[in-house]
């Protein structure tokens, strides 16, 4: 059966397409919907066409598993061009998501009619390209160069009654009469001349583009399209559509066959990779999660319940002080007045996401909880007691849960009776705004246990990862040769800021030294100031415990800007004339092999021992949890495209012992992803 079928209501006809889950734009549906305009085109009888799609959603876009392979004619540029120039009234009909290839056909019909929940957006950007099928022409004329681009730059959607006012949307359409709405449209429109996008002049103010580019720069630096997309938008914008799409095809043409583009489309499918547990069937029965008990109402544990809380479940929040958990459900509130005050939610969102917790300082409370998250101080034996006292109150079949961020599981689960209940959920700070969960499997962990942890984790918009029971898990355990090597080098000749700074141009948002200060120099620090090991205890018993105390391994001023510290320069040289270490100039290549080639060593070590299902996991995990460059993919990715002959001879010039992994990868001209 073809995947667009067609239909007749009078003289309208009616091409829907049919192809889950998300109505790509593949080579059938392209296909189809040129027969549906040239059938059309050919019939008298036929006055106007409505193009709708079937399933959850208007078409989401081109089909990216398609991007790198030659392409079936009709190419998506084409197809929309014929739609447009169908002499016919073509009335786009919209719900779900306009994504895309998809907004891109929206455009390209004469008129678009959308449900209220309907959304149109030109996420290319993300994949590292740009609107390429007449996007980067026909928005500007339909909805006005600066919603133009701040759409393709950006990538987020905007809503149908955004997309109305822009211009975008001609009609709203009622939620659930979105066909027999479209088709009344059509009957309007017949007989009235075509109106063609393309053909709409663009009206720009010359200083537009500069303003765009200054309010950006921070955003979009070192990315290729962004930059690309503006340039485009701006030298086409005057000229003729024939001529704008050209360089709009060049241009396409340029970033789809570069690197960022290649690791922002490896991401896309990463992430939706990760979500898939090995040998766990997808239809595995799930446990029933109706209320979330969190144990801890500090910093993790209030944002943790946070995630539950604006996803509509309850929680039953947990602690051992009246003044500590006023504090904990205070700092909820003001969390989520602060977004209120942004304008991203509304007043009574916040009252009905604090209306589901429950605070309490009766442990047996959690009793009537399904999944229960334990937050409390990281050590074994306090884990291993709030455990043993869970399982003597946690109804049967309840999921048991630490979050613990180094600490092992089994060990952990070996204190209760059900270590089939007991799962590792690594929330990461701030729990309710970072994307990363890592869900950690352990020995005895049960599948349903891991399948409803991963469901549970998409309906509070996490990206989750399956980890195994390891110190630091994943990601923390690829953190820590990175610290090693950074602290190491201070002492041999390097800044903090010289590091920080490879780091940045990087891409990362911050570098080791920079993110110690900001998360707190003080951390795991023992807290005896006669046990000074080195300089982060030096620094720690001085007081210097980074940001918040105005002083660590950067001086800050009141306004939280860093400058170099003439006092950690001098703890520096005591430490490296106390331990002996002679000095040398530091490269940035020699940075770069001890601060990052040794991570991606760990990860092979990672991917080898199991401990990740898969090497473009460990790319998720550093994407979304710690800041990795999306465009450089993750660093598994990346060690791909350095080549991974060129890590392994780094690792060795600096006398790192190889993981096995990955020389035996290098020596076959394997790489991590393919
Ligand atoms: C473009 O249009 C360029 C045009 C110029 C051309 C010249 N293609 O995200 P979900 C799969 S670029 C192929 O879990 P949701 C996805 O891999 C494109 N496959 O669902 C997954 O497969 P799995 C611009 C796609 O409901 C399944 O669909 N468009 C595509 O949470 C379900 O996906 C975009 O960038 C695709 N375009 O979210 C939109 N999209 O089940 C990208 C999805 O085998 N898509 N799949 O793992 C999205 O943002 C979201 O998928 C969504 C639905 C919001 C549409």
């Given at each position: ?478 953190l820590m040769p990175r610290q090693v090597e950074a602290t190491k080098m201070l002492l041999e000749g390097a800044t903090p800021e010289q ?147 060129k890590i392994v001879e780094g690792l060795e010039k600096y006398g790192f012992e190889v993981a096995p992994l990955l020389r035996e990868k ?9």
């Amino acid at each position: 059966m073809s995947v667009i079928t067609t239909s007749r209501q009078g003289p309208v006809l009616i091409l829907t397409s049919d192809n889950p889950p998300v109505n790509a734009l593949g080579a059938a549906v392209r296909q189809g919907l040129q027969a549906g305009i040239e059938e059309a085109k050919g019939d008298d009888s036929i006055q106007a066409v409505v193009i709708l799609c079937a399933g959850k959603t208007f078409f989401a876009g081109a089909d990216i598993t398609e991007f790198g392979k030659a392409m079936a004619e009709p190419s998506l540029p084409v197809l929309v061009d014929q739609i447009e120039a169908l002499d016919k009234p073509v009335i786009a009909a919209v719900h779900g998501t306009a994504l895309g290839g998809g907004c891109e056909v929206a455009l390209a019909s004469h008129y678009r009619i959308a449900v209220p929940s309907a959304k149109f957006g030109l996420p290319e950007v993300k994949l590292g390209i740009l609107p390429g099928a007449g996007g980067t022409q026909r928005m500007p004329r339909v909805a006005g160069v600066e919603v133009a681009l701040e759409m393709a730059t950006k990538g987020d959607p905007i809503s149908a009654s955004q997309a109305k006012d822009a211009g975008l949307v001609d009609r709203l359409a009622g939620e659930d009469s979105l066909l027999a709405d479209a088709v009344a449209f059509a009957n309007e429109v017949i007989g009235k001349p075509v109106s063609r996008s393309s053909e709409r002049p663009v009206t720009v103010d010359a200083e537009t583009f500069a303003k765009f580019r200054a309010a950006n720069a921070k955003r979009f630096r070192g990315l290729d399209a962004p930059n690309t997309i503006i340039d485009i938008i701006e030298q086409t914008a005057g000229k003729p559509y024939a001529e704008g799409v050209q360089a709009e095809r060049m241009g396409f043409m340029k970033l789809i066959m570069g690197t960022q583009s290649a690791a922002l489309r490896h991401i896309f499918f990463a992430e939706r990779k990760a979500a898939k547990i090995d040998g766990i069937a997808d239809d595995i029965q799930l446990r029933d999660i109706k209320r979330v008990g969190v144990i801890g109402a500090g910093t993790m544990g209030g944002g943790i319940s946070m995630n539950f809380l604006s996803a509509g479940v309850p929680v039953t929040i947990v602690e051992m002080a009246q003044d500590a958990l006023d504090r904990g459900t205070g700092v909820m509130r003001k969390n989520y007045e602060a977004t209120a005050a942004k304008g991203r939610m509304t007043a009574e969102q916040v009252e009905k996401a604090m209306g589901l917790l429950k605070p309490t300082l009766n442990f047996d409370d959690l009793a009537e909880c399904d999944l229960i998250i334990e937050a409390v101080y990281e050590s074994m034996d306090v884990k291993k007691d709030v455990f043993g006292r869970l399982d003597t109150i946690a109804k049967p079949g309840a999921i048991l849960a630490s979050n613990t961020s180094y600490l092992n599981i089994d060990e952990i689960a070996a204190a209760t009776s059900r270590p089939q209940d007991v799962v590792g959920l690594h929330f990461f700070s701030p729990a309710n705004v970072m994307k990363l969960l890592e869900i950690v499997r352990g020995a005895k962990t049960a599948d349903d246990v891991l399948a409803t942890a991963m469901a549970l984790s998409k309906k509070i918009k996490k990206v989750a990862v399956i980890a195994g029971v390891c110190y630091g898990f994943i990601g923390n355990r690829m953190l820590m040769p990175r610290q090693v090597e950074a602290t190491k080098m201070l002492l041999e000749g390097a800044t903090p800021e010289q590091i920080d700074k490879v780091h940045v141009a990087f891409g990362m948002p911050m570098g080791p030294f920079q993110m110690a200060d900001l998360a707190g120099v003080d951390i795991g620090w023992h807290r005896d100031p006669n046990r000074i090991e080195n300089i982060r205890d030096a620094l720690a018993a001085e007081g210097r415990w980074g940001q918040k105390k105005g002083a660590g391994f950067y001086d800050y001023d009141e306004k939280r800007q860093p400058s170099n510290s003439p006092r950690v320069a001098e703890l520096i040289e005591e430490w490296r004339g106390k331990l002996n270490v002679p000095s040398h100039e530091i490269t940035e290549e020699e940075i770069v092999v001890r601060t990052l080639y040794t991570m991606v060593n760990e990860g092979a070590l990672i991917l080898a021992e199991g401990m990740a299902q898969r090497a473009s996991d460990i790319d998720v995990v550093w994407v979304y949890g710690y800041g990795w460059p999306p465009y450089r993919g993750g660093p598994m990715f990346w060690a791909d495209t350095e080549s991974l002959k060129k890590i392994v001879e780094g690792l060795e010039k600096y006398g790192f012992e190889v993981a096995p992994l990955l020389r035996e990868k290098a020596e076959k001209g394997e790489k991590f992803n393919r």
